[in-house]
C-alpha cells in the first residue's frame, strides 16, 4: 500500500530563534556599515543631556567640557557612546522615572474601570449625543434657550389652553353686569400666570353669573379649520413636505418618509429679528449685524421624491383618507396624517417643530388617539368627525363647506359650566335642554331654587 509522503514540522522554538539571529545579524551588519555615524549621534545626545546636569553638579561639568574639548576626528566606538549615554541618562531616571512611576501606581490604585469608561454629560449633551439617532430632538437643541426657561402661558411653545382660559383669551365670558355685551375683565379671571384664580369673583356663582358668548366662539372654533384645501401642490412649502412624509409612510415607503422627517427636524432654526452691529466690553467686542429671517426649514424637494410623493398621493389609502375631506386644508392634512398612522407608529414628536410654526395643526394631529380635544382645535375636530360620518353615508362625499363647530361650543359651554364659571341661569337654550343628557346637574332646578 502506498503511503503519502508528509513533511516533518520544524521543532518548538525554532521560528523565534531564527528571527532573534536574523535581528542580531541585522544589527552587526548596521553596526559594522554605520557605526561611525551611531556613534556621533549617541554623543551628541549625551552631550545634549549634560548640559542641565553640568549646572547641579561639577563632576558632569568637567565631562561636558572634556567632550567640548576633544578633537573632532577622535571619535568614540559606538559601544563607549552607549556607554556614556547609559551613565549620563542614570540621574534622569531617578529625576522623572521615579515621580511617574509613583503617579502611575496612585492612578492605578484610585482608578477603576467605571471611572476610566464614564464620562459626564449635562441634559443639552445628554441630548445632543442622541440626535444623530433621533433627529426628532433638534428642534429642542437649536432652539436659542432651553424650552425649560420658556413660559407655559405664552410664546410659541405654551402650554395647550385650558377651556377658561381659551376663554379668557378670546373673550368668550360675558358679565350680566355689563349688559351682557362686553367680556370680562381678564384679571378677574386669571392671575398673572395665566392660570385661574381661585378667590375670582365668579367663580362658583349659582345665578347672576358668567354667559359664554356662543357667536363668538362659533367664529372661533370655524377659524379652527383653516384655509380652503386647493390641493398638495398649493401648500406652503413646510407643509407640503411634511404632508409628502406622511403620505410616504401610509404608502410604506418608510424610510423615505422618515428620511424627510429628519431633514425637516435638523434644519429647523429659530426666528431671530435684525440687529446692527455693536460693541461691547466683553469678548467679542464687536456683535457683527444680523439680517432677520423668519422660521427657517429645509423644504426642498428633488424630483425623485416629488415623483414619489405624486405616487403616493394617487394610491387607493391615499385617496381614500382624503376624499371626505377635501375642503378645508387642516382637516385634509389631518386625514393624511391618519392615513400614516394607520401604518404604523408616527408620535407628534417626529415633528415637534410644527408646534411654534402651525400651532393648530400640530395640536389636531396630536389629539388623534385622544378621548378629549384640545379646546384649541376643537372645532376642527367636530367638523371632521362630521365629515367622517358623511363619509360612511355617501362615499362621494368631498367633505363639508359649512364649519359644523355647534357641538364644540356645546362642549366649551358645558366644560365652563362644570368648573363653576357659568351659572345655571345664564346656560343657553341649547345647553339647558339637554342637561340629563349631558350628565349635568339640572340647571331648571338651580334656577327654581333662586
Same mark, same amino acid.
Given at each position: 500500500m502506498a503511503r503519502s509522503k508528509t513533511s516533518e514540522a520544524p521543532p518548538s522554538g525554532a521560528g523565534p530563534l531564527l528571527i532573534c539571529t536574523g535581528i542580531c545579524l541585522a544589527l552587526a551588519l548596521a553596526s559594522a556599515r554605520f557605526g561611525p555615524d551611531l556613534a556621533r549621534l549617541l554623543l551628541d545626545l549625551a552631550r545634549l543631556l549634560l548640559v542641565p546636569l553640568a549646572y547641579a553638579s561639577d563632576h558632569y561639568a568637567a565631562v561636558l567640557a572634556r567632550l567640548a574639548s576633544a578633537p573632532s576626528w577622535q571619535q568614540p566606538e559606538p559601544g563607549q557612546a552607549l556607554a556614556l549615554l547609559q551613565a549620563v541618562c542614570r540621574p534622569y531616571v531617578f529625576c522623572v522615572g521615579l515621580p511617574l512611576s509613583f503617579l502611575y501606581i496612585a492612578l492605578g490604585w484610585r482608578t477603576s474601570v467605571a471611572d476610566v469608561y464614564r464620562r459626564t454629560l449635562t441634559m443639552k449633551g445628554l441630548l445632543a449625543t442622541q440626535k444623530p439617532f433621533s433627529a426628532c430632538i433638534a428642534p429642542i437643541l437649536n432652539w436659542p434657550v432651553s424650552l425649560l426657561e420658556e413660559p407655559l402661558d405664552r410664546g410659541p411653545w405654551r402650554a395647550g389652553r385650558q377651556p377658561v382660559q381659551l376663554a379668557v383669551d378670546h373673550g368668550l365670558l360675558l358679565s350680566p353686569a355689563q349688559g351682557g355685551g362686553r #367680556?370680562?375683565? $381678564?384679571?378677574?379671571?386669571? *392671575?398673572?400666570?395665566? @392660570?385661574? $384664580?381661585?378667590?375670582? #369673583?365668579? @367663580?362658583? $356663582?349659582?345665578?347672576? *353669573? @358668567?354667559a359664554l358668548d356662543r357667536e363668538r366662539a362659533r367664529r372661533l372654533f370655524a377659524a379652527q379649520l383653516g384655509p380652503r384645501w386647493a390641493g398638495w401642490h398649493k401648500l406652503p412649502p413646510e407643509l407640503a413636505k411634511l404632508s409628502c412624509a406622511w403620505m410616504l409612510f401610509a404608502s410604506d415607503h418608510k424610510n423615505e418618509a422618515q428620511a424627510l422627517l429628519d431633514e425637516l427636524s435638523l434644519s429647523f432654526r429659530a426666528p431671530e429679528k435684525a440687529r446692527k452691529a455693536r460693541w461691547q466690553w466683553t469678548p467679542p467686542f464687536r456683535i457683527p449685524a444680523q439680517k432677520g429671517h423668519p422660521y427657517l426649514l429645509d423644504t426642498h424637494l428633488n424630483a425623485a421624491t416629488r415623483a414619489l410623493c405624486e405616487q403616493a398621493l394617487n394610491s387607493p389609502l391615499v385617496q381614500k383618507a382624503l376624499r371626505p375631506h377635501s375642503t378645508w386644508r387642516n382637516l385634509a392634512l389631518l386625514a393624511l396624517y391618519e392615513a400614516a398612522r394607520s401604518k404604523g407608529v408616527l408620535p407628534t414628536a417626529e415633528f415637534i417643530w410644527l408646534r411654534p410654526v402651525h400651532r393648530e395643526l400640530f395640536y389636531l394631529c396630536n389629539n388623534v388617539g385622544r378621548r378629549t380635544a384640545w379646546p384649541e382645535i376643537a372645532g376642527a375636530l367636530a367638523h371632521y368627525q362630521a365629515e367622517e360620518v358623511l363619509g360612511h353615508m355617501d362615499a362621494a362625499s368631498r367633505g363639508i363647506v359649512e364649519p359644523q363647530v355647534e357641538e364644540a361650543v356645546t362642549s366649551l359651554e358645558v366644560a365652563l359650566y362644570e368648573e363653576g364659571w357659568i351659572s345655571p341661569d345664564a346656560l343657553s337654550e341649547q345647553v339647558a335642554g339637554k342637561s340629563r343628557n349631558l350628565g349635568l346637574d339640572d340647571p331648571e332646578s338651580a334656577r327654581r331654587e333662586v
Open positions: #367680556p370680562v375683565a $381678564r384679571e378677574d379671571i386669571v *392671575g398673572p400666570d395665566n @392660570l385661574a $384664580r381661585a378667590d375670582s #369673583p365668579w @367663580l362658583g $356663582r349659582t345665578h347672576k *353669573g @358668567l
